[in-house]
């Protein structure tokens, strides 16, 4: 075991310790939640439009997968009591931390890389389409890779989170498809069998690209002119 936190501390300070203005500001703002409330609205348009009255309990179960992936790792955190590398005095002084952020107390496991797998899986299994799922997969990559860079969760953590968090998303998607097989079955369309249409999985890819390209130009920008300072 102490082999194994061993690694898991290597390799976050290696990860860690690459870093630059420009990156602090764009990962600060891409572990951020809120930041991906237009992405989660569209992604709601995609399940109401595709699966029209489904998606009234496909949005509940995912809703209700989400807290539960979010509360357990709040439990874990607590029983677990492994302190964040920002607040471990081990190696707190040695760690790059952003704009002085240090997270709460205890770190294992990673609710954002849980939540994000969770959302990934379900949506993957949900929209069946090839593009949309290499796109889920990869924001939720990214989400989860803050949090390292930020100083917040060694790997470790965040490889937990998306275990549980994929094991949780596909849980979450069979009993979507119980639901309507044993009380929606005449209901369209059937779950197991509707995908998305190609034109939407292109729009969230589009809207995507747009929109972080846009947030990083921006950061890009305001860094040049030393917005941030030195």
Do not use: C
């Amino acid at each position: 075991m102490e082999v194994i936190k061993q690694i898991d501390q290597s390799l976050f300070l290696f990860l860690n310790d690459i870093h630059s203005v420009f990156w602090d500001k764009a990962m600060f703002l891409f572990s951020s939640r809120e930041i991906w409330i237009p992405f989660y609205l569209l992604i709601i348009y995609v399940i109401i439009k595709t699966f029209k009255r489904n998606s009234i309990y496909i949005l509940i179960l995912i809703g209700l997968s989400i807290a539960l992936s979010d509360q357990f790792s709040v439990m874990i955190k607590n029983l677990a009591e492994r302190l964040r590398p920002s607040n471990d005095p081990a190696i707190s002084n040695l760690i790059h931390i952003v704009n002085n952020y240090r997270g709460g107390t205890f770190g294992f496991f990673s609710s954002h890389a849980s939540n994000s797998f969770t959302i990934a899986v379900i949506a993957s299994l949900l929209f069946k389409n090839r593009m949309f799922s290499i796109l889920i997969f990869v924001w939720a990559i990214v989400v989860s890779y803050t949090r390292v860079y930020l100083g917040l969760h060694y790997p470790g953590d965040i490889l937990t989170g998306w275990f549980w968090g994929a094991l949780i998303g596909f849980g979450f998607y069979k009993l979507m498809v119980f639901i309507q097989q044993r009380y929606f079955k005449s209901n369209f369309p059937e779950i197991r069998k509707k995908a998305i249409k190609k034109e939407d999985s292109i729009q969230l890819l589009l809207f995507v690209i747009i929109y972080v390209a846009t947030i990083l130009v921006t950061i890009n920008r305001l860094t040049k002119y030393q917005f941030f300072g030195q």
